[in-house]
């Protein structure tokens, strides 16, 4: 088991930046590959951005890349994603997730999931 909890959401003006963070606990949080997905009202979730074990390889959302940036510290059992640039369209829940794989981007692939963090972009 892999225990996940989110934190850093928040309310934020159009243009501004948030820094989200997810720390995990349990089983070896180094053998898996993270992933951050988000859900707005109304909507389905959606992939985000996912980061290797390693962290040497990273996947991005087109909606967000260039934007937001995925990084891990293995040593302090966390992940984390910076997002710069935010506009109304990035207002929803952030959840991280942990999958034993890679960094794919389909939720159903991810095995755990955090209760996730609201962020809300105001325009």
């Known amino acids: 088991q892999v225990q996940l909890v989110e934190s850093g959401g928040g309310l934020v003006q159009a243009g501004g930046s948030l820094r989200l963070s997810c720390a995990a606990s349990?089983?070896?949080?180094?053998?898996?590959?993270m992933g951050w997905f988000r859900q707005a009202p109304g909507k389905e979730r959606e992939f985000v951005a996912a980061?290797?074990?390693?962290?040497?390889?990273?996947n991005y959302a087109d909606s967000v890349k260039s934007r937001f940036t995925i990084s891990r510290d293995n040593a302090k059992n966390t992940v984390y994603l910076q997002m710069n640039s935010l506009n109304a369209e990035d207002t929803a829940v952030y959840y991280c997730?942990?999958?034993?794989?890679?960094?794919?981007?389909?939720?159903?692939?991810?095995?755990?999931w955090g209760k996730g963090t609201q962020v809300t972009v105001s325009s």
């Open positions: 997730a942990a999958n034993g794989g890679g960094p794919v981007t389909r939720s159903r692939d991810y095995d755990y």
């Open positions: 349990g089983r070896t949080f180094s053998s898996y590959a």
């Open positions: 980061i290797s074990w390693s962290g040497i390889s990273t």
